[in-house]
């Protein structure tokens, strides 16, 4: 893991979720992506060497949909930077980790990713993320 890549956080209206994160952060976002494998429309805010990804669900079947009928919003993820995403999902099996995709997947900003599930995170949805090459 070479740092943090992104915090992930589940908004139920990106526009004004954009607004406020502008106020607070004194910058605008610098895109917004929808990825439709996860069914979500994301707004990135660089943050030093980090970013802040907000997330709003675009089909009831969104994960970030679920999440919102059972938890307010809130941080719904963090996302670490990898060098070799096959090497750490292996190390990370090996680990006794569960991964929710072995295979990664198509993410936003140029990522490939990978999910793992909270039950072997203390509760916290992991997120790797390796760039596109
Ligand atoms: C990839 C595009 C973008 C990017 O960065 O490029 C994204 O980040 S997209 C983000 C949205 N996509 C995902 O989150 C994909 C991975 N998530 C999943 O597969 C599910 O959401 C999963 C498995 C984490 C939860 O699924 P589900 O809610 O259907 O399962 P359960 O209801 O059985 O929940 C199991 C257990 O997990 C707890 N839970 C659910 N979501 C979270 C969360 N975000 N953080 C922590 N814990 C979470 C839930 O409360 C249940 O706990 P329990 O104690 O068993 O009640
Ligand atoms: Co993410």
């Given at each position: 893991m070479r740092k943090i890549e992104h915090l992930g956080i589940a908004v139920k209206d990106l526009k004004a979720s954009n607004q406020l994160f502008k106020k607070l952060l004194g910058k605008e976002h610098y895109k917004e992506e929808e990825v439709g494998g996860e069914g979500v429309m994301t707004s990135f805010f660089q943050v030093g060497e980090t970013k802040i990804e907000l997330l709003e669900a675009t089909?009831?079947?969104?994960p970030i949909a679920k999440y919102l009928e059972q938890k307010s919003e809130g941080i719904h993820h963090i996302a670490f930077d990898v060098e070799d995403i096959h090497a750490e999902v292996e190390r990370l099996i090996a680990e006794g980790f569960e991964i929710l995709n072995e295979t990664p997947k198509a993410g936003a900003d140029n990522k490939l990713v990978v999910f793992l599930h909270p039950k072997s995170t203390n509760g916290v949805l992991v997120e790797l993320c390796q760039e596109r090459k």
């Open positions: 089909r009831p079947d969104s």
